[in-house]
């Protein structure tokens, strides 16, 4: 069901859909996505079945939010997080204009990604913030049971944590760039804005400062982790509900950015057995055979932890499904993978994911001088899951912080092996223990793994991010990238290490367009943070 959302002014326009909810019209809190009825936010938690529409209205909102143009571009998670991201990094190449604005670091404080980005996490926030608010009123009415509305707070709450933190690697240097992580966040928001009362309250709330929204991140996926189930069962509904083990593993992801590498251990124990294959204790979740598993059925395989929806009725369409913007024809092939990361030497030639994840199909509708994801295949009706997290990742969170704290270990290597070596299966390729002379070099093998194994899933500017501050890691900032129009086909060889023209310049971590401003829209409207903000943008 949807209900239309209020606006009272741009800036905040996203946020204030309080008085009014969108759900999802379903009997058996489905995530079906297409909206088919209207409500008003006092009818919302008056039945357990609008309840359930209510809750998964949020997950709507994480799917698709209003782009600055009123459409569907898949801002914020339908599939726009995983193109911004990886547009702000130098694996892959903007092939035309369409992404260019992130891809070169010539955004503004008006421009429209990191305008939609803001508007739509912030919405997605605030709906959370709403529905939060009517469980707890459904529960005291006896509308639904204490326990579901526990459950259904801790959906809510992932959500939230997870849009907070989307926020900071965008808009907020990282964790590291002070010792306390007292430098300004993002306004960590935790109360629903329904009426224009709270928006005028809403709008005196300053920018928490980083140290404290991570602590709040962490507060609300405990809370998810304590409340939800560990399953829902089979179908899409594994997938694309929050669960138990969807907040263990996003807390290894949040203490990975915060550098403390024994709680990314802890946490990562919880759900991680002691002994390969790995079956994890908490749903079960276990690596693909092969590393195109989790693509080839990305609603119904055994390593997929939480990902969003997308279908034929409710996607981002041509100008922003995951599978057009990644893919070759039928896809419109926009963003193409880097040949600095395809010619990397520490990618073997013969690694199975150049063949089963990628391609450079000659047929193809766009010039074949390119190689383009292959993780995301319909892009004729949009249906691709977008994966947010996925237990190759909370292996390799775990293998990084292992090898920081411990050398060169069994525990970290097992972890990088089990990843790496269903791709890299030529015995005298693969790692031993032996073969690391120092941690560091351990380090650096876990980071190049996740380099080539999340490539086309929105992963590296996140690690370049947090590495910025890294006295060791560090890129030293946004690394200098390659313009498509310098390259040839010959740019892409396997087993050369790739030193044409790049194109791109770099722009070094103490460069104020490091990170995104925040929007115009907002500073407009909003005196508090205008005030606040980030140094360069306000000249």
Not at 73 to 91: C, K, L, S
Not at 259 to 286: C, D, L, M, Q, R
Request: proline share 5%; hydrophobic share 35%.
């Amino acid at each position: 069901m949807k209900i239309k959302n209020i606006r009272f002014r741009r800036s905040l326009s996203l946020l204030l859909i309080g008085m009014t909810l969108t759900a999802i019209s379903s009997c058996e809190k489905q995530t079906d996505l297409v909206p088919n009825n209207s409500f008003a936010e006092g009818d919302a938690f008056v039945t357990p079945d609008r309840v359930a529409q209510a809750v998964n209205g949020v997950y709507s909102a994480a799917q698709a939010g209003s782009y600055v143009d009123n459409t569907n571009r898949g801002y914020p998670f339908g599939a726009a997080n995983t193109e911004q991201q990886d547009a702000r990094g130098e694996d892959v190449i903007a092939v035309p204009s369409f992404f260019g604005i992130t891809y070169e670091g010539t955004y503004l404080a008006n421009s429209p990604n990191n305008t939609a980005m803001w508007e739509t996490l912030y919405a997605m926030i605030n709906r959370a913030n709403v529905v939060i608010e009517g469980v707890k009123t459904a529960a005291a009415s006896n509308v639904i049971t204490p326990q579901l509305a526990l459950q259904y707070e801790g959906e809510a709450r992932y959500l939230r944590a997870m849009g907070h933190h989307e926020l900071l690697v965008h808009f907020a240097r990282p964790y590291g760039q002070t010792p306390d992580a007292s430098h300004m966040g993002v306004p960590y928001r935790t109360v629903g804005i329904n009426t224009p009362g709270k928006v005028e309250e809403n709008l005196a709330q300053g920018r928490n400062s980083v140290k404290e929204c991570y602590d709040k991140i962490i507060e609300d996926l405990t809370f998810a982790e304590t409340n939800l189930p560990a399953t829902y069962g089979t179908g899409n509904l594994k997938v694309t509900h929050a669960t138990k083990g969807a907040a263990i593993a996003m807390k290894t992801r949040m203490y990975l950015h915060m550098g403390n590498w024994a709680k990314v251990i802890e946490e990562g124990n919880k759900i991680i057995s002691a002994s390969a294959p790995f079956t994890s204790p908490v749903g079960g979740y276990t690596l693909t055979t092969l590393p195109d598993g989790p693509f080839a059925g990305n609603y119904s395989n055994t390593e997929s932890i939480f990902s969003i929806e997308n279908n034929t009725n409710r996607s981002s369409g041509t100008n922003g499904s995951i599978s057009t913007m990644y893919s070759k024809g039928p896809g419109r092939a926009l963003i193409a993978l880097s040949p600095l990361i395809w010619n990397a030497p520490f990618w073997k030639p013969n690694d199975l994911r150049r063949t089963l994840l990628a391609n450079n199909d000659a047929t193809a509708t766009v010039a074949a001088r390119a190689y383009f994801s292959n993780k995301y295949r319909d892009a004729a009706t949009f249906t691709d899951a977008n994966p947010i997290i996925r237990y190759a990742e909370v292996l390799l969170n775990v293998a990084e912080a292992s090898a920081r704290t411990g050398g060169v270990n069994d525990r970290a290597l097992s972890l990088l092996n089990a990843v790496r070596n269903r791709a890299v299966t030529t015995v005298a390729d693969q790692y031993t223990l032996g073969g690391f002379s120092s941690p560091n070099e351990l380090i650096t093998a876990v980071l190049n793994e996740r380099r080539i194994e999340f490539l086309a899933e929105g992963h590296r500017w996140a690690d370049i991010h947090r590495l910025s501050t890294d006295a060791v890691f560090t890129t030293g900032g946004i690394p200098a990238k390659v313009s498509y129009a310098n390259t040839t086909y010959a740019s892409w060889n396997a087993t050369t290490p790739y030193t044409g023209v790049r194109g791109v310049t770099a722009i070094p971590t103490a460069d104020f367009r490091f990170i995104w401003p925040i929007p115009q829209s907002e500073t407009d409207n909003n005196p508090t943070l205008k005030s606040q903000q980030n140094p360069g943008w306000n000249q």
